[in-house]
């Protein structure tokens, strides 16, 4: 429903500026024949004119919107294909813990609280990826 909104703003005011001039036109008509020639076409023309010019308003929102949709387009390149924006990985870089016995250094996942080797590169439980700081 508000995709494009700025063209369809746009094919409004044209539709209701044709909407108007063809109602001044009958209304001229009708003067020309009930009060004469000119009343009747210096209604006709004057209310044509008041109509085009108050279309203009309209017309330049539709405008507006239509350029600053393509700017938030052109400047957000991820929302133009419809993908969402990307979310940053954060980087971990755990110390790790030394066991007094010598053997491998663990880690404590950050996401889960599971305590495993230092050398994984996903927790082997809850599968959460390390980035490692380089």
Request: proline share 7%; net charge positive.
């Amino acid at each position: 429903m508000y995709d494009n909104i700025g063209n369809k703003i746009k094919t409004l005011a044209k539709i209701s500026t044709w909407i108007g001039i063809v109602f001044a036109l009958i209304l001229g008509i009708a003067l020309i024949v009930l009060l004469g020639a000119f009343i009747g076409l210096l209604v006709m023309f004057g209310v044509i004119l008041i109509v085009w010019i108050t279309s203009f308003p309209l017309y330049a929102l539709g405008e507006i919107t239509t350029t600053l949709s393509d700017i938030e387009r052109n400047t957000r390149p991820n929302l133009a294909n419809g993908a969402e924006t990307p979310k940053k990985k954060k980087i971990f870089s755990p110390a790790p813990i030394a066991p007094a016995d010598g053997s491998t250094p663990q880690i404590v996942c950050p996401k889960c609280g599971t305590q495993h080797d230092f050398d994984y590169p996903k927790c082997p439980k809850c599968k959460y990826e390390y980035n490692w700081a380089k």
